[in-house]
T-cell receptor, first 111, second 115 residues
């Protein structure tokens, strides 16, 4: 059973912020929220992760609601190179716990 | 650092043949993983390893075998290839431990076709 729900696709204009939502209403207290993306047929690329607090790095920001049942990945200034499939994943960080990638959200950035 | 290196990048096998997909990482990561991705689908975990000499099954291990004799290498063996094993195979690694266990570094993939 999927632990996360994401929209199938989203569009964004180049230069604008892309806000990708994710629902994880059954998340456990020890589970982190991870975001990855996969550009075309390349290997997935780690973007960011968080537990309770909002996080920011050079690639993106992660906003987690107070009840932790949903989160939003923000790409502040989307470029054409950000066109990819974005995966929201919850994980308890145990070595044998498979990161369940699901089908993700296909983000299309256009000029 | 080269990161995670997979070979070969492409391979066509006949039904019943066997082969090994190679994976090497130069980041001194303890944890390594093999995933497969069928067209239009997400990734499924085949096998994983938390260190040299230690391996365990993931979600879809049937038809595959692995070994981990060194920290750097984690080869995936396909025995008696079947058309259902046509897929893209990704190897990944992470330093593991605590909050960083889920920060995986992936290779570029090995595209396997079984005819």
């Amino acid at each position: 059973d999927a632990k996360t729900t994401q929209p199938t696709s989203m569009d964004c204009a180049e230069g604008r912020a892309a806000n990708l939502p994710c629902n994880h209403s059954t998340i456990s207290g020890n589970e982190y929220v991870y975001w990855y993306r996969q550009i075309h047929s390349q290997g997935p690329q780690y973007i960011i992760h968080g537990l309770k607090n909002n996080e920011t790095n050079e690639m993106a920001s992660l906003i987690i609601t107070e009840d932790r049942k949903s989160s939003t990945l923000i790409l502040p200034h989307a470029t054409l190179r950000d066109t990819a499939v974005y995966y929201c994943i919850v994980s308890d960080n145990q070595a044998g716990t498979a990161l369940i990638f699901g089908k993700g959200t296909t983000l299309s950035v256009s000029s | 650092n080269a990161g995670v290196t997979q070979t070969p990048k492409f391979r066509i096998l006949k039904i019943g043949q066997s082969m090994t997909l190679q994976c090497a990482q130069d980041m001194n990561h303890n944890y390594m993983y093999w995933y497969r991705q069928d067209p239009g689908m997400g990734l499924k975990l085949i096998y994983y390893s938390v260190g040299a000499g230690i391996t365990d099954k993931g979600e879809v291990p049937n038809g595959y075998n692995v070994s981990r004799s060194t920290t750097e290498d984690f080869p995936l063996r396909l025995e008696l290839a079947a058309p259902s094993q046509t897929s893209v195979y990704f190897c990944a690694s992470t330093r593991g431990g605590g909050a960083h266990t889920g920060e995986l570094f992936f290779g570029e993939g090995s595209r396997l076709t079984v005819l």
